[in-house]
């Protein structure tokens, strides 16, 4: 139990363009999602926290009209980069907090890659 | 703020040796203490955790010491497996839903 799926695993774009990706749990609801960043061999930074059915709280450095977040529904996440440049190349991992659970009890997905030509 | 210092990697072992992996935190108020292990082609899964000072956590073999005095949460082993290598984060919360990594250490033990 406690899967977190993450959608596409990686993708390739042309500067400019928008990307969502999608963050789902699978078999359990997730009140809280996260959205971690981690650049090549340093730490996972934290960019936000989704809240289902209200507005994602950013942190500080991180543009929310950048990286648009959506919680739309218990199960599902999506983080869209807008207007993507070759700086937004990262790769971008999600977590997914059981409803109920303590705020540690963070299950996270496989990661997606993003590359920005 | 909160921040997590750990070992840099890579390390490399042989197998059935004896593993550490240097953790030390800087923290604000008493966080509870995590190590995460990322295997290749998944998703980071909680190995072990300690929520107050002297507190230790163990799983898989795996142990750490919550140490307030020196700040530190170190991960060992004593007789490390192929099946293990892959990458720990060490991580410290901040309290509201916020967990701090640290930068990771890639572990490889050859047979």
């Known amino acids: 139990g406690a899967v977190v799926s993450q959608h596409p695993s990686w993708v390739i774009c042309k500067s400019g363009t928008s990307v969502k990706i999608e963050c789902r749990s699978l078999d359990f609801q997730a009140t809280t999602m996260f959205w971690y960043r981690q650049f090549p061999k340093q730490s996972l930074m934290l960019m936000a926290t989704?809240?289902?059915?209200?507005?994602?709280?950013?942190e500080q450095g991180v543009e929310k009209d950048k990286f648009l977040i959506n919680h739309a529904s218990l199960t599902l996440s999506t983080l869209t980069v807008t207007s993507a440049h070759p700086e937004d190349s990262s790769f971008y991992i999600c977590?997914?907090?059981?409803?109920?659970?303590?705020?540690?009890?963070?299950?996270f997905g496989p990661g997606t890659r993003l590359t920005v030509l | 703020g909160n921040s997590v210092t750990q070992m840099e990697g890579p390390v490399t072992l042989s197998e059935e040796a004896f593993l550490t992996i240097n953790c030390t935190y800087t923290a604000t108020g008493y966080p509870s203490l995590f190590w995460y292990v990322q295997y290749p082609g998944e998703g980071l899964q909680l190995l072990l955790k300690a929520t107050k000072a002297d507190d230790k956590g163990s799983n898989k073999g795996f142990e750490a010491t919550y140490r307030k005095e020196t700040t530190s949460f170190h991960l060992e082993k004593g007789s490390v497996q192929v099946s293990d290598s892959a990458v720990y984060f060490c991580?410290?919360?901040?309290?509201?839903?916020?967990?701090?990594f640290g930068q990771g250490t890639r572990l490889t033990i050859n047979p």
């Open positions: 989704s809240n289902e059915g209200s507005k994602a709280t950013y």
């Open positions: 991580a410290n919360d901040q309290g509201a839903q916020k967990l701090v």
């Open positions: 977590s997914a907090q059981r409803a109920g659970s303590s705020y540690n009890e963070q299950f």
